[in-house]
């Protein structure tokens, strides 16, 4: 599950706007999909040519994007089988294409805010390997071992040593990040202890509910089953936080009650979410009032998460300041305090 290929985001985006473009234009899915098998890199044209093939030998197009395993997001297979049930799979490809476009502006907005701080991170990396060399061939002339750290990272060693715990500490964030986009199992108590942190915890579930009241409006515009459609839309979430609420709300929806009722006995949605869903569902315009309500939270998210990205990158500034003035300080300690104090002990 980690290592296999999954489709980049932009990807997908720009691959479900052409195909509801064509659809709705009146193209046939065949025509539409052997388009798209020569577009994108190889492996994702292998990928697309085996969908093509299996549309070609009479398959669904749900069918056909199922067997290429985990590539694509279940939200999209999910919604092209409902699609194709109902008859307007162009409808749902243009949908898709423009929540994919959304969550691609929110990362823009997270790694524009982030970019200046993980500079000023690498440089602040970059000038330590370089004073650890330093000090080492400072040493080798004078004879004199100078240790600005107090890790006994001096010279060549130190800084080979130093080159390989940064290295594995990378690696190590770079896994992370990964299993927390691939819903990696051991990821999700840090997913359920970030959701109930104090500032960042609401914005994190306001982003989840914000997916999951686009997906249910997608999914009860449609004849697909309210129970699946609920299911559907918490997993939309990707987030620990309401997904382990999923067998406790099927069983409550199971006996017949109203989306509204089954959320709200779980006692982890906001009133605010459960009464658009309540009125929607009395007047009968859930999926209006659900999508209207997505686009509220998503807009409410992206404000907080600015404001939220440009207070992180003002601690990592002082972060990384600190550690500068501390440096400073340690060499100025071990190259000059030191060895006068030494030479007066000596004279004494």
Known sequence: MLVSPRIRIKLLAQLCQRLGTSLEAGIDARRAWSGEADKGPRGHRRLLSEIRDGILAGESMADAIARTGGYFPNLLQEMVDVGEQTGNVDQVLLRLAEHYEGEIKLRRTLLAGMAWPLLQLAGTIII?????????????????????????????????????????????????????????????????????????????????????????????????????????????????FFTRQIPFVNSILRQGEQIHVALRKTEIYPAEFLNVIENGEESGRLSESTELLSRQYQERAQSALSIL?????????????????????????????????DALEFLN
């Not at 990964?178 to 999700?188: E, K, V």
């Not at 300041?321 to 100025?332: K, N």
Request: with cysteine; glycine share 8%; net charge positive.
């Open 128 to 240: 330590i390997g370089i004073v650890i060399l330093v000090m080492g061939w400072i040493g080798e002339s004078t004879g004199q071992t100078v240790d600005f750290l107090g890790l006994g990272l001096v010279g060549e060693r130190g800084f080979s040593i130093y080159v390989a715990f940064v290295g594995i500490v990378a690696l190590g964030v770079v896994f992370a990040v990964h299993s927390a986009s691939r819903g990696a199992l051991w990821i999700h108590p840090v997913q359920y202890a970030c959701a109930r942190l104090p500032v960042l915890g609401p914005v994190i579930r306001m982003l989840a509910l914000s997916r999951m009241a686009w997906t249910l409006s997608l999914t009860t515009n449609t004849e697909m089953e309210i129970q699946r459609a609920v299911e559907l839309s918490q997993k939309s979430t990707r987030n620990v």
């Open 309 to 341: 990205v440009l207070l992180a990158g003002f601690a990592f500034w002082i972060v990384v300041a600190s550690l500068i003035i501390f440096l400073i300080f340690r060499i100025v300690i071990s190259s000059y305090l030191k060895p006068l104090q």
